[in-house]
């Protein structure tokens, strides 16, 4: 494999500073949740700009694993993929990640979303790059097609 773009993006003053990318296109405040002892500002937090990239890459890594399932384009019109990253915290120092996906995809029926998001998981960047070190649940939103339907 080989580079075909770079993100870059640079974090100031930890997780209550600000966090900005080299194009300038994203410029964001952080603050610290008040879950893990922030005061709960209105700036995001490196969880969720995770989730967003996640989800959206996620979401995006579906169309290249249609075709394998027998599946055409039109079977993710009107779909959505969510991410929720839940921060973890063992001993004194010991923190980690875990992310549960949902996909929420009214045009297939519940054996289908779920071979979808199965073969989809292999294909995603960000699922590549946390096998093995983030517990990644997947699931399926309800609302999508009984079986056999």
């Given amino acids: 494999m080989h580079p075909i773009y770079t993100a ?13 990318t080299s194009d300038g ?21 490196p969880e969720q700009l995770f989730a967003a990239g996640y989800s959206a890459c996620f979401h995006s890594a579906m169309r290249f694993a249609l075709e394998p399932l027998g599946l ?6 009107g779909s959505s993929v969510t991410a929720q990253v839940h ?42 790059a946390t096998t093995g070190n983030v517990e990644v649940g997947l699931h399926v939103a309800p609302g999508t097609r009984a079986t056999g339907g």
């Fill in 8 to 20: 870059e993006a640079t974090a100031t003053g930890a997780r209550t500073g600000e966090v900005a």
């Fill in 25 to 45: 296109r994203l410029e964001v405040q952080l603050s610290r949740p008040a879950e893990m002892g922030g005061d709960g500002g209105p700036g995001t937090n």
């Fill in 72 to 77: 055409s384009p039109a079977a993710l019109e």
């Fill in 87 to 128: 921060f973890l915290r063992g001993e004194p120092g010991d923190f980690g990640l875990a992310v549960d996906l949902t996909g929420h995809l009214p045009g297939l029926d519940e054996e289908q979303a779920r071979a979808l998001m199965e073969r989809t998981h292999t294909i995603c960047p960000y699922s590549r």
